[in-house]
């Protein structure tokens, strides 16, 4: 319930200061973050979409619309915000990881390897990346690849990893 409150109070401040200044595009991308960590999705994507028609340039504003509509299962939304979000900026490894997420749902498991791997290259400590990566190397067959991402990981402190290399590696 406090978390719930601070989330509202948090949304009435961003109101006042849309008041104030209707073009403030960080008061609609913070009260989009607000209304999704309240599961209020549809009005949260609003409020992102407002803040990128004010700056199409936003890239913050594309990755949580994404994972906004990951949330939602549109899959083509997020696919298209994680796209322009990883166009603004390519060394950003969140926007890689959650693209590859997306590629997994459409079973593009070259794409979703590639993206996961661009997103261990920006960061080599990104656990989830190695854990997805090895769990879409394991779907094309390549076990051998995919328990060294799951050793990386479970080194890296991934209990999932974990549980897939005692399930699936020697």
């Not at 009005?43 to 028609?53: G, H, M, P, S, V």
């Not at 879409?136 to 990981?153: M, R, V």
């Amino acid at each position: 319930m406090h978390k719930e409150q601070d989330y509202q109070g948090a949304i009435s401040n961003f109101n006042t200061a849309v008041e104030l200044d209707a073009a403030y595009k960080n008061a609609y991308f913070f009260r989009g973050l607000a209304k999704y960590n309240l599961h209020e999705y549809q009005e949260a994507i609003n409020d992102f979409t407002f803040a990128l028609k004010l700056d199409t340039t936003y890239e913050n504003a594309y990755y949580y619309r994404g994972i906004t509509y990951y949330s939602l299962q549109n899959m083509r939304g997020a696919l298209a915000d994680f796209d322009k979000a990883v166009s603004l900026d390519p060394n950003e490894a969140n926007y890689f990881y959650r693209r590859g997420l997306v590629k997994r749902s459409f079973v593009d498991s070259r794409g979703a390897i590639s993206d996961f791997t661009r997103a261990i290259e920006i960061d080599p400590g990104y656990a989830m990346a190695y854990y997805f990566r090895g769990i879409e190397k394991l779907e094309e067959g390549q076990s051998e690849e995919a328990c060294k991402d799951f050793s990386k990981a479970t080194e890296l402190g991934s209990e999932l990893a974990s549980s897939a290399q005692k399930a699936y590696c020697k």
